[in-house]
């Protein structure tokens, strides 16, 4: 057994459960320390060992040792957008985990097919360090018309990053995207369940830190944010529509919403970038906001933008012979927990992707 690959599989599956070794522990049976040392590398699981852990974790039973390999080579450069900044550090690692297994079953996915996608992914800082004009480069090389990006989702998928909606297990993220070795050149990782407006300016905002950000640092995410505020509401177009606002046009709000696929929370903050509000008047936005309880849920959502590059992928295996068990087992996943990530969310595939199986 190849005890470094063992060690980097077990603690990501475990750490993608939430669970301490302590948890797994009382799950399977393996002693503590005996877990301790197989992530350490300092001694292999024995074979009953192996099957008592993937068992409790629920994974495929040769999944330590299959999958050590790719496991450990997958090493990610995780962007995390997070609606709270005291995560923990238990929690950290869930949402990296979860996002190493993802990955990993992107590239089984993936394997022998192109893409084919329609717009180029530039790589990550060839635009610059200026979000505005990395956004403003990004309309016009991808040729999006003036005025609202009608589906977000399916704009990012054109450029071959594939998007999944699933649970992330915490409140406090939105969402990860990250640039991939194998398989498919990105992936974002979406959380389920979040509102269509918030969806729509957390993927941008996702496709900013894939643009300008190589490495996560500190003070990349007002960065991803100018750079979703611009692409999804180009300064120049969307200011004639946020000026002369009062503090009592929540209703003009929902209007321009409508039209921008924007939450009204977005645009308030956009017309205090823009200064066609005073900071007295955003403040007092604000609070009416709280009041209406739309710091929880707007009204008069968008339509939910559902992606589709997955299923594609599974539909084009199927139509050649795969089935979903065998692409779960190759991907580490039972097939319950395959179908729970790619295909809860059935979607019609977009026309403008296109999917064709490489040349033998």
Not at 68 to 95: E, G, K
């Amino acid at each position: 057994m190849d005890t470094d690959g063992t060690r980097t599989a077990l603690t990501i599956a475990r750490e993608a459960r939430g669970w301490s070794q302590r948890d797994l522990a009382e799950r399977s049976g393996v002693a503590q320390p005996t877990l301790s040392k197989a992530e350490r590398g300092l001694a292999p699981l024995n074979p009953g060992a192996v099957d008592a852990v993937a068992r409790a974790l629920d994974v495929p039973g040769d999944f330590l040792t299959r999958l050590a390999p790719s496991l450990a080579a997958a090493s990610l450069y995780v962007h995390h957008r997070r609606r709270a900044s005291t995560m923990t550090l238990r929690v950290v690692h869930q949402i990296e985990a979860i996002a190493q297994l993802t990955a990993n079953a992107l590239a089984v996915l993936t394997e022998d097919v192109d893409l084919a996608p329609q717009h180029k992914l530039p790589s990550s800082g060839t635009l610059g360090a200026d979000p505005v004009r990395a956004a403003d480069t990004i309309r016009a090389t991808w040729r999006i018309a003036d005025g609202p990006v009608r589906h977000v989702t399916g704009l990012i998928e054109s450029a071959g990053v594939i998007v999944v909606d699933r649970d992330l297990f915490s409140a406090g993220q939105d969402a990860l995207s990250a640039r991939l070795a194998q398989g498919p050149a990105a992936m974002t990782i979406v959380s389920r369940g979040l509102a269509p407006d918030r969806l729509r300016f957390t993927l941008a905002h996702e496709l900013g830190h894939l643009l300008l950000h190589t490495t996560p640092g500190e003070g990349q995410e007002p960065q991803a944010d100018a750079f979703a505020a611009q692409l999804l509401a180009p300064a120049d177009q969307i200011r004639p529509e946020l000026e002369g606002l009062r503090t009592t046009d929540l209703e003009r709000l929902l209007t321009i919403k409508e039209r921008w696929g924007i939450s009204v929370a977005a645009l308030i903050r956009r017309a205090h970038q823009l200064s066609t509000i005073t900071d007295r008047q955003y403040r007092e936005f604000q609070i009416r906001l709280g009041r209406a309880g739309w710091r929880q849920a707007e009204p008069r959502q968008p339509d939910r933008e559902l992606p589709t590059t997955a299923q594609r992928l599974i539909a084009l295996r199927e139509a050649n012979g795969d089935t979903v068990p065998a692409m779960a087992d190759r991907a580490g996943m039972t097939p319950q927990q395959f179908m729970d990530v790619f295909l809860a969310s059935r979607s019609t595939p977009r026309q403008t992707l296109t999917l064709r199986q490489d040349p033998a």
